[in-house]
């Protein structure tokens, strides 16, 4: 197997591009919340790379994309990076270094806890979320990596189709989202004052770092500098201006007025429902795609937030669970063989078991992290607690928790 310099430089850039998602995603985050939390809101996505980086070396790695025992779960024969060097690994990438494809994937399992953090923001002891990650990165992203891309997984053996993240991703954290919510309970004061975002061009800039950093998301997906690679961008491109076109529209409508934070909302689940699809479609479903997701997500933003017990704080299961799903059964609908010959045919095109196989995916998702998200709550709950007292969460997070502030007033 022969290294190929132009693919593996590809491969690097879009790693970094990766990685520079999760720092968007503080801004993003940060921006939403008030202003005694932006510090502790920041931190939960700036100290996970950390945390993340080491566990995926460790064990995060092999358990992901080892070798296969089961279709269940990766072997701990690369445990610590073992036999994880410069030549390439011909079942995930044959013209790249397997350390390569290993740090690659490392950012995708960064980012993926770091969403999660939206659901109890502005309410969590900075302990109990740096156990919870660890547990939930080792007992959910590894398992449902390996089975939906690792060699020898039953869902990528059943022909699911997943080309950069939405069940593994998207589905993942936006389904844990909502079970942390409903465990935590809602924020003091949620649903009797205002939980107004303190900082909007924050928004603004997360959701652009975000847009950035998505082509090495989707387009490193091809694992190569070649023509999938350049569909990918463009199809994630267009969806994400689609998805902001839409939910600005929709609030527009509805609310009165053309949102900036609906806009960058609508992009990023623009992003968010392309991801699953982005190696098999072609721009024109790409906007359909982007066009379902900024209506559909908006739609579910809004019916959540009267779910009295359900403070999702900063929307994540509408943005990603539900904008990861439609994504992945879209997938089933538009897939292309004409773009992808290793996909599959979706339903407009004549294939008749590829969307029910996204479904069963999607269904195997939603159960799996739903399920393992709520034993690892209340694991740490009982071990050390989730909550911070009522004092605490009044005061807020970045002085009760970290003992700083963002602002000097």
């Known amino acids: 197997m022969q290294i190929d310099t132009g693919d593996t430089a590809w491969m690097l850039a879009s790693a970094a591009l990766v990685l520079l998602m999760t720092p968007g995603l503080a801004f993003f985050y940060g921006g939403l919340v008030g202003r005694k939390n932006v510090l502790s809101t920041i931190m939960h996505s700036f100290v996970i790379i950390a945390v993340v980086s080491v566990q995926w070396v460790l064990w995060g790695y092999t358990l992901a994309f080892g070798p296969d025992k089961a279709h269940i779960i990766g072997g701990l024969e690369w445990f610590g990076l073992n036999g994880v060097g410069a030549d390439p690994n011909s079942e995930y990438a044959a013209t790249i270094p397997h350390q390569a494809f290993m740090i690659y994937q490392a950012m995708f399992a960064i980012i993926t806890p770091a969403l999660i953090s ?22 959910v992203y590894s398992p449902l990596a390996h089975w939906v891309w690792g060699a020898g997984g039953w869902l990528r053996n059943m022909g699911a189709l997943d080309f950069a993240g939405g069940t593994v991703v998207h589905i993942s954290s936006g389904v844990a989202a909502l079970a942390a919510a409903l465990y935590i309970g809602p924020r003091l004061g949620y649903g009797k004052e205002a939980k107004e975002p303190h900082n909007i061009p924050f928004v603004v800039l997360g959701a652009g770092l975000l847009w950035f950093g998505w082509f090495g998301f989707n387009a490193g997906s091809a694992l190569g500098a070649n023509a999938l690679a350049v569909n990918a961008f463009v199809v994630t491109n267009t969806a994400a201006a689609m998805g902001a076109l839409a939910w600005m529209t929709m609030s527009w409508w509805l609310s009165g007025a053309p949102s900036v934070i609906g806009a960058a909302s609508g992009a990023v689940v623009g992003l968010v429902a392309i991801t699953p699809a982005s190696g098999f479609v072609g721009p024109m479903s790409a906007v359909i795609i982007g066009l379902g997701a900024g209506i559909i997500s908006y739609v579910a933003a809004r019916i959540r937030s009267g779910w009295r017990n359900a403070d999702d704080a900063l929307d994540v299961w509408a943005c990603h669970g539900v904008g990861g799903t439609w994504g992945a059964l879209a997938t089933g609908l538009f897939a292309n063989l004409a773009i992808n010959s290793t996909g599959a045919n979706g339903l407009v095109y004549g294939g008749t078991t590829l969307l029910g196989k996204q479904a069963l995916a999607v269904l195997v998702a939603w159960a799996f992290s739903f399920g393992m998200t709520l034993g690892i709550l209340w694991l740490v709950d009982r071990l050390i607690g989730l909550r911070v007292d009522e004092r605490e969460e009044e005061r807020g997070l970045d002085l009760s928790q970290h003992g700083e502030r963002a602002y000097v007033q």
């Open 118 to 139: 939206g659901a109890f923001a502005e309410r969590i002891k900075f302990k109990s979320f740096l156990v919870f990650t660890i547990l939930w990165s080792t007992l």
